[in-house]
């Protein structure tokens, strides 16, 4: 885990490690020196961090320390939660040279009617995006206060989409309010707890025999024409924008109730088609068994995971070390992908969770060293570096995997991590690092090819 924090005017980063692997006893260091007078140290237990131990070159303060602290704990718990270990990810400066040409944001103003925006989501031109994992939460009675809105002429806030090559919308932000327009367009509810029309109360927008709805349950004029006619104000993202543009964007203004991680906002800016098959490989069954049935997907976890796998899969040479930009590049180029190529990534991965699970059982993609096999241990968690090197490999490996004994080689490999600690440790700290995953990937693969010609 790391943290940042200001040493000596100089905005750094600090790696969070225990001082023993039966230890409470926690230090903050830089680059894994272990500097623990000279940075910080501190004892964490059930949820608690006592005794800490800030040195005076830190200049940030004691308690943006401890928050900090806080955070970092409640991302690895979540992660172990999700059936991960712990990864570093690069703590984004903000400052700095700026990440991309602010003339490079185009963004254009567009004012449609509801009756319009309610067209093109019917016609597939504006994706609701009802895959994603912002579970809709609004009841009836929040709905209808936002159509009295529309009805009493309220201007409602501006929306954003995302335009795609093909000229389709993705919402960005308002997707809620959007969603209620067009529900109630389709007569999906009726109007209930309203503040001011009390005598709308009970009324759906239009008559609908198949529904059953009658004249005396319906808007009427002028109401019915004021929901219609009402504009809306969409700020369009426009296709032309830069990759990096689009997230800073929806970083900056969406209003989610819950804050969205990565793999939430990319699917966002997924096609329908991308959507699909990360769904499917996430609910692939060879990816439960593999994984142990360990990792969840109610934050898209297992969809990041399997993203991971076609991004190193396809693009491993690419690779900087920025994990979360080079998904993002991933997926736009997904996004670009024909059935068949999709078909057959799909079918890769199946082979390569299929030849994981007979190479290492139950301890496929966890970083176990002989103790952790004996009977009583504790189960590692699913590495993620493990995931991607060993699915990348094996997706372009023959069926003579499965000539092997079943799980022979997790002893050879939980061997080999004991006696070599730059690949263990290459697989323990700075995970995402572009030497690092690479060195991982060369030593991953003498073994394979070493194993499968003896």
């Known amino acids: 885990m790391k943290i940042s924090a200001t040493v000596e005017n100089e905005e750094i980063e600090l790696n969070l490690t225990k001082l023993d692997v039966n230890s409470n006893s926690w230090v903050g260091n830089i680059n894994g020196r ?77 004012f449609l009617s509801a009756f319009q925006v309610h067209r093109d989501i019917t016609k597939g031109k504006i994706d609701l995006n009802p895959d994603f994992q912002r579970n809709f939460v609004w009841n009836d009675v929040q709905k209808s206060l936002l159509i009295e809105s529309m009805l009493l002429k309220i201007p409602l806030p501006a929306f954003y989409f995302a335009e795609d ?3 389709k919308f993705q919402v960005v932000d308002g997707l809620q309010r959007l969603t209620v327009i067009n529900q109630y367009l389709n007569n999906e509810f009726k109007l209930k707890s309203l503040q001011y029309l009390k005598h709308l109360e009970g009324r759906y927008f239009s008559i609908d025999t198949e529904k059953g709805i009658k004249e005396k349950n319906a808007l009427y004029d002028p109401y019915d024409g004021r929901v219609e006619s009402t504009q809306l104000n969409i700020n369009v993202i426009e296709a032309s924008s830069p990759l990096e543009v689009k997230y800073d964007i929806f970083y900056r203004i969406n209003t989610g109730g819950r804050p969205l991680n990565r793999q939430e906002i990319r699917n966002c800016f997924a096609t329908n088609k991308t959507r699909i098959l990360l769904t499917n490989m996430a609910k692939n069954r060879n990816f439960s068994i593999a994984t142990n049935f360990s990792v969840k997907d109610s934050r898209m976890d297992a969809q990041e995971l399997a993203l991971r796998y076609c991004g190193f899969s396809l693009y491993l040479d690419t690779y900087a070390g920025d994990m979360n930009g080079f998904l993002d590049d991933v997926l736009d180029k997904l996004n670009d992908y024909g059935e068949e190529q999709l078909d057959e990534i799909q079918a890769n991965f199946d082979k390569s969770l299929r030849y994981s699970y007979h190479l290492f059982g139950s301890y496929a993609f966890r970083k176990c060293l002989p103790d952790d096999l004996l009977p009583g241990s504790r189960k590692q968690l699913i590495n993620k570096a493990m995931f991607i090197v060993w699915t990348s490999l094996l997706s372009k490996t023959t069926d003579i995997v499965l000539s092997k004994p079943e799980s022979e080689f997790v002893r050879i490999l939980a061997k080999e991590l004991e006696v070599n600690p730059l690949l263990f440790n290459s697989l323990t700290t700075g995970t995402t690092d572009r030497y690092k995953l690479g060195f991982v990937f060369e030593e991953f693969e003498r073994l394979l090819k070493g194993y499968l010609a003896a």
């Open 34 to 110: 272990n500097l623990v007078e000279e940075y910080l140290s501190f004892y964490y237990e059930d949820g608690v961090i006592r005794a800490l131990s800030v040195n005076p070159k830190i200049q940030t303060q004691d308690g943006i320390i401890l928050e900090r602290l806080m955070n970092a704990f409640k991302e690895l718990t979540e992660a172990q939660q999700m059936g991960f270990e712990a990864e570093d990810l690069p703590i984004l400066n903000m400052e700095g040279e700026k990440p991309y040409d602010p003339e490079q944001i185009r963004v254009r103003p567009v």
């Open 165 to 167: 090559k093909t000229g």
